[in-house]
């Protein structure tokens, strides 16, 4: 017996949905199967994350570690975060000292995992004449500064081990990584220019820098800018200043006539407040350096997060 038009019709319509969903589904599990043979990278901060993004452009997502707005130096993995580094097949670092004790929390959990330093390679600067640390009485000799992305033509190293050990990994997909690579150098030049262009409109005499703790060499260095104090004179920001430091650079503060004290966000600008305070300067107390903000917070990248603090730093010196 033949069946109604109405009844053929919607077992015809049953019909191509269901090929429809056997096709979705096939077509699912090859997008699975392509994923699952990504590259599973991670980086211990989100500027290095964003670094590391813009080599491996569509080949995969690089996750931070450390989520934005959190302290880098004041982190503490939870067995979930050491579980998914030991689960990447990349971990990048950014070494110098800077993850201290996190990175051998992390060598230790993740033994498998390959660690990729992004700074290799680059030689630490030497603390100029007048600088804390600068092997006076007062400093401390033998510390390695980290902070080497503040300058944008350092990072262009990071940039390039960062590719080599995407090629070591993924040798498929060297032909990517090489453009990208080369397409962010040449990001990171402009933002070098950009910078430059931005502490020129300041006049010499008003380039004086007083961190909350020796972040800012490398920046200083490449941009004409001189470090005459830290309110922690030392790389780490843990440390606490003696009673005799906070008056020395009280008093180098009003000699010098400094504009401005810069603290990093995540911070404790109280004793900058102090300062400034009997000084009649100000605390300029949210720069990133190396924590990028939410999308659209004007510091959602490691480009935008340099010309954050750049704008922050010249309108403080102003």
Request: overall charge negative.
């Amino acid at each position: 017996m033949r069946r109604p038009a109405a009844a053929r019709l919607i077992a015809a319509l049953l019909l191509l949905v269901g090929l429809a969903g056997l096709t979705a589904g096939a077509g699912c599990g090859d997008e699975q199967e392509a994923d699952a043979g990504a590259l599973r990278v991670m980086a211990s901060a989100t500027f290095l994350a964003d670094i590391a993004q813009n080599v491996a452009g569509d080949r995969f997502t690089v996750e931070s570690l450390v989520p934005r707005d959190a302290d880098l130096h004041a982190f503490e993995p939870t067995p979930r975060d050491l579980a998914a580094v030991d689960e990447a097949d990349l971990f990048i670092l950014n070494g110098g000292g800077l993850e201290a004790a996190l990175e051998d929390t992390l060598r230790t959990a993740a033994a498998d995992t390959t660690f990729v330093v992004a700074s290799d390679g680059i030689t630490p600067r030497e603390p100029q004449p007048g600088e804390p640390l600068d092997g006076s009485e007062e400093g401390r000799e033998g510390e390695t500064d980290p902070h080497f992305w503040l300058d944008p033509t350092l990072v262009a190293a990071y940039v390039e081990n960062i590719r080599d050990a995407f090629v070591a990994a993924d040798p498929e997909g060297r032909p990517e990584y090489a453009a990208n690579a080369d397409a962010y150098i040449a990001e990171l030049e402009s933002l070098d220019t950009w910078i430059r262009d931005r502490v020129a409109t300041l006049p010499r005499e008003d380039r004086l820098l007083v961190m909350n703790h020796m972040s800012h060499g490398y920046f200083a260095d490449r941009y004409g800018l001189r470090i005459v104090g830290a309110v922690i004179p030392s790389i780490a920001s843990g440390e606490s200043p003696t009673a005799k430091q906070l008056a020395a650079l009280t008093e180098t503060i009003r000699r010098e006539g400094v504009r401005a004290i810069f603290v990093e966000l995540d911070e404790n600008p109280e004793l900058a407040a102090q300062i400034a305070a009997e000084t009649g300067i100000v605390v300029v107390d949210d720069l990133r350096d190396h924590s990028l903000s939410e999308p659209g917070g004007g510091a959602a990248t490691y480009i935008e997060m340099m010309k954050y603090d750049t704008e922050r730093i010249v309108d403080g010196l102003k």
